[in-house]
């Protein structure tokens, strides 16, 4: 589970986040959907830490993510994070992509984190490009591969950042495909996401964010049907 | 033209030049090697929001880059002399070519370091690596590869720049050169026969180099 306070974010004077109370449940998917500037990428460095809060908290399965004490490096391994540009990196092969981590950060032996990679990659239909260098995927594929290797840590929770705004209109369905089975197997998943068919036929609940403020929360039938906040109104009037 | 070649003298001392030529390929080798450390230190000085560390920083590539290479020896011979530190002329090559190198290199390593994508630190942070592998696994393998031909120009410059070393007395080939010349006054065959020697070294460099480079970055 995980568990966000009141929880406030600042870059200097600016006032990012102003203080977001959620709680996600294992197994729920929850799409985060606003507009530009709202804080939702933000709110996702916030969970794992990659960005420092100013104040509330951030627990995961029990653990404060920003106490003074907390082993950031095993919490982010329970939070596989997916970001908006594909981030594969460029000198390694996809096999290589996937395994270092398990390899340098579970201390697995390199037969066995081999094993995890060559298993994640075809679990995202990249079996066939197991020797390939990222220079020569498409945007699509990877972005399958950052899913696989942030698959590869097994962890409990899956953040997406827009996964595939930065892509080619007809990559985006692969990638959303993926997304779509990792819900069907249950996997717990936060996903900013403009993409609203899929919030809209994946999430368990859909919630809206306006100017580092959590609006409105509820059902994809509650948010898409009949909206409470005006701006979620107005926004849903804009994107479609 | 009424000069006459005599090439028997440069033969007969050919092994000496050759062997100078590695004393050239060592000095240069050696100053590579600090000037790549410390041209990295200087990078990350220069990156750092220490100020006096960056200022610290600022004045030794300022001094390395702009000012002659010549002057840059002569400062740590007679200009350290003067107070009282005596440099051997090996020294004072090493130093100086050193000095000049990290300030070249530090650029270069300054310029990669911006190169590589903020995101790529956080990806393999998000994995729960730390500061240390992102950096050591992920993002100098990037930087090592944007300024992989740089530092190899820099190795070649390292090379010729190192003749400068018979102006402060230390035999290397220039200086081994002109030590023969004058014994000998067959002035021209001797720098003739230097200079192609100095050709196949960066040759043989600029290969070494290219096939390194292909066996290391196949992934391009
Ligand atoms: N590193 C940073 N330093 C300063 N300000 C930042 C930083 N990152 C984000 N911001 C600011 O924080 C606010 C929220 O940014 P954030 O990226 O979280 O928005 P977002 O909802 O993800 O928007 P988008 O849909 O464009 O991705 C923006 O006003 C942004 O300019
Ligand atoms: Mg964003």
Redesign the interface.
């Known amino acids: 589970m995980i568990e966000i306070q009141n929880l406030h974010k600042y870059f200097d004077v600016h006032h990012v986040l102003k203080g977001i109370d959620l709680t996600v449940e294992k197994g729920e998917v929850l799409s985060i959907i606003g507009s530009s500037g709202s804080g939702k990428s933000t709110l996702l460095y916030c969970i794992n830490g990659l960005e420092a809060i100013q104040q509330g908290e951030v627990i995961v399965d029990g653990v404060s993510v920003h106490d003074k004490g907390a082993d950031l490096n095993r919490i982010r391994q329970n939070l596989g994070m997916v970001f908006q540009q594909w981030n594969s990196f460029p000198h390694l092969t996809a096999l290589e992509n996937v395994a270092l981590a398990p390899r340098i950060v579970k201390k697995l032996s390199k037969a066995e984190s081999l094993a995890i990679a060559e298993q994640q990659l075809k679990h995202v239909g990249l079996a066939d490009k197991l020797d390939a260098y990222p220079s020569s995927l498409s945007g699509g594929q990877q972005q399958r591969l950052a899913i696989s290797r942030a698959l590869a840590m097994e962890p409990e929770y899956m953040l997406f950042d827009e996964a595939t705004s930065a892509l080619d209109p007809e990559l985006v369905g692969e990638v959303l495909e993926t997304m779509r089975m990792l819900a069907e197997e249950g996997m717990t998943m936060i996903c900013v996401t403009h993409e609203m068919g899929f919030a809209r036929d994946v999430s368990d609940r859909v919630a809206y964010f306006h100017d580092g403020v959590m609006e409105e929360i509820g059902t994809p039938d509650q948010i898409f049907g009949t909206p409470v906040s005006q701006h979620t109104q107005k926004f849903l009037a804009n994107v479609r | 033209m009424d000069y006459n070649f005599h090439w028997r003298p440069v033969f007969n001392k050919l092994p000496d030049l050759l062997e100078a030529g590695l004393l050239t390929l060592e000095v240069s080798l050696l100053s590579m090697v600090i000037g790549t450390v410390l041209g990295l230190l200087l990078a990350l000085a220069k990156l750092s929001p220490l100020k006096p560390a960056r200022w610290f920083a600022i004045t030794w590539i300022e001094l390395a880059r702009n000012t002659p290479a010549l002057f840059q020896l002569f400062f740590f011979g007679f200009g350290l002399g003067a107070f009282g530190w005596h440099l051997s002329p090996f020294l004072i090559v090493l130093v100086g070519l050193s000095f000049n190198n990290a300030g070249y290199l530090a650029e270069n390593f300054r310029g990669g370091f911006q190169a590589v994508?903020e995101?790529?630190y956080?990806?393999?942070?998000?994995?729960?690596?730390?500061a240390f592998?992102a950096t050591t696994?992920?993002v100098i393998?990037?930087v090592f590869?944007i300024v992989y031909h740089p530092m190899t120009n820099q190795m070649v410059w390292a090379v010729l720049m190192s003749s400068l070393a018979m102006m402060v007395g230390y035999r290397e080939l220039a200086g081994e050169t002109q030590f023969l010349a004058s014994k000998t006054f067959r002035i021209f065959e001797y720098f003739l026969a230097a200079a192609v020697i100095y050709y196949v070294i960066v040759k043989i460099i600029l290969g070494l180099s290219r096939l390194l480079a292909w066996r290391l970055f196949?992934?391009?």
């Open positions: 994508p995101n790529q956080r990806a393999a942070r998000s994995l729960g690596m730390t592998q696994r992920i393998p990037q590869k196949r992934y391009e």
